[in-house]
Structure formats: C-alpha cells, structure tokens
C-alpha cells in the first residue's frame, strides 16, 4: 500500500515553500526534486559554531551561537542524508572529545546554554553527566557511516554500558538507543539489546500501539500531555531492529495514523510542549520531512 502519494507529497511542498527555513527547503529539494547536495551542506553551514559544533536554533529547542550535543547529531543526520557524512565526521569528532565528560559521554546540554533562550527540559548544569540519549545518537549516524576515530570508540563503550545497565527508560532515550543498535559492528549484542529495550517500552506503555485507543498507552513522566510516540517513532524504517518490537497490525495501524496526521496545510504536526513561538514554526517542517521519509521507507520495502 503505497501511502507517501503524489498529492500528499504535493501537498508537503507546499507546505515547506510556504513556512520552512532555507535549510529544510533545501533539504525539501535535494531528496524530491533533484536539488543539490551542495546546496543543502551551505544552508547548514550557517548553524555551524566555532568551536566546531552547531547551534544558532538548528533544533529549534536550542536557542544562541552555543553549539550543543544534540544540534550537533542533527547536522550529522544532514551530511548523512546529503552523503557528506564521512568527509565532515573527523572535525566533529575533535570537537564531540571536547566536551565529553570523564564517563565517555557527552552531555544532555552545554551550561553555556543558560545564557540564551532553551526549552526547560535541556539539562543546563555546572558538572553534567555523560548522557545515553545525546551520546547513542551521535555514535548511531557515525557507525552508519562507517567513521574511525578515537573519541567513536570511546562512546561506543560508554553506550554499550548504559545501555546493558537499564533496567528503565523513557521513549527519547529508547529511540536514541535504537539509533545506536542500529549502526553498531556487534549485530548479535545488538539484537539482544533492542529486543531488551523494546520489552521495557512495551511494558511501560510508552508507545502508541491503537490510535483508536490511547487511552491505552502511558505519557511518560516529564513529557507533554499527549506526548506518546507512535510506533514509527520507534521504527522509522522497516530495517530497524526496533520493527521487531510491533506485529504486522501495528506497524500499518501506526503508518495510517501516520499518514493521517498530515494536516490540511500539506504540514505534519510536532507533539512536543510549544515552549516558544518558534517550536513549532521551525519543528513543523522538519517533522514533515521525517514523515515523509518514514512513509516512503515502509512503501518501498
């Protein structure tokens, strides 16, 4: 069942010309209408700080010229996307070592940060800990694309750690975990993990398994009301290991309801806590892409 259909990626482009930042146009471009990689690695040379992370707003969460753990990971996923992962990896690395704590981690958030706007639940501490949500990320798109480099290393002890430590989690962490087993060279512990990690998901409650239901799913403690990922969330792509956690029903249940959150604008909404004018302004878009990509994943699988 194809569910990423011209008229509803038609009217995702209007969407993005109408409100979307530079970045995700050119992003819009590049992955459907042929745009160039180029193009899009300029517009997210703006965001780039100069102790050689990014920040400026590139997660709309973050706000200032601090570059911050997180930001950092998503321009990551964008030199990904473009194929300019590799050759920009090496300086993000000297820069992730930088700010890595004595654990092997970075942290959730940068204290400098407490200088500028920033949604409430950043961590803005003196001494942070290493963070598994921050740090799976970055190793996850770093092993896809297949980088060496000592600080890689590193972090992947301290995930593999963190991750064979928890006995709970909540869904940000959950998704980042994945994110992590994903790409990791160890697939056989890899396995093991997320089917681990998806047990304690599913126990919990934290995912929307029936959207006709919700009422059966749990909002997890400190995240907005309503603030339960689906199952997509969890499994973007039919590849990951996370799609091991939902049966056939769920996964199509949770791609209709994917599909079906497109608003009449031709935008996906954010489900996150509006802290700011600009959370959703600048979220929308890049929640449209990544609606995008997830429907044209499960369509061509």
């Known amino acids: 069942m194809t569910r990423c259909t011209p008229q509803r990626l038609a ?61 950092t990971w998503t321009a990551l996923t964008i030199l990904d996307e473009i194929g300019r992962c590799a050759e920009a990896a090496p300086a993000i690395c000297d820069h992730l070592a930088t700010i890595t704590r004595p654990d092997g981690g970075v942290p959730g958030g940068d204290v ?10 950043i961590p803005v501490v003196e001494e942070p800990e290493g963070s598994l949500l921050s740090t799976a990320l970055l190793a996850g798109v770093l092993h896809k694309n297949a980088v060496e480099h000592p600080w890689l290393s590193g972090a992947t002890e301290f995930c593999w750690k963190r991750v064979d430590a928890l006995t709970e989690t ?38 929307l398994l029936d959207p006709e239901r919700p009422e059966l799913a749990r909002v997890a403690p400190g995240y907005a009301s309503g603030e339960i990922p689906g199952v997509c969330d969890y499994a973007p792509s039919p590849a990951s290991l996370a799609r091991r956690w939902f049966s056939d ?21 954010i489900h996150w806590l509006e802290w700011s004018p600009s959370t959703a302004l ?12 997830v429907l044209s994943a499960y369509d061509a699988a």
């Open 112 to 121: 400098r940060l407490g200088d500028y706007p920033h949604a409430p639940w």
């Open 249 to 269: 029903t769920e996964i199509e249940r949770g791609l209709d309801h994917l599909a079906e959150q497109q608003r009449e604008d031709g935008g996906w909404p």
């Open 11 to 71: 009217d995702a482009e209007r969407f993005i010309w109408l409100t979307a930042r530079v970045l995700e146009q050119r992003r819009f471009e590049h992955l459907h209408a042929d745009g160039s990689a180029a193009a899009v690695h300029t517009a997210l040379e703006a965001y780039r700080c100069s102790d050689g992370g990014y920040g400026y707003g590139l997660e709309p969460d973050a706000r200032g010229p601090i570059s911050q753990p997180l930001q």
């Open 170 to 207: 909540h869904p940000y962490e959950a998704i980042a975990s994945v994110a992590f087993l994903d790409q990791v060279p160890d697939r056989e512990r890899a396995e093991r993990a997320a089917e681990r990690v998806g047990g304690l998901i599913r126990e919990a409650g934290y995912v």
């Open 282 to 293: 600048e979220g929308r878009p890049r929640v449209t892409l990544d609606a995008l990509r």
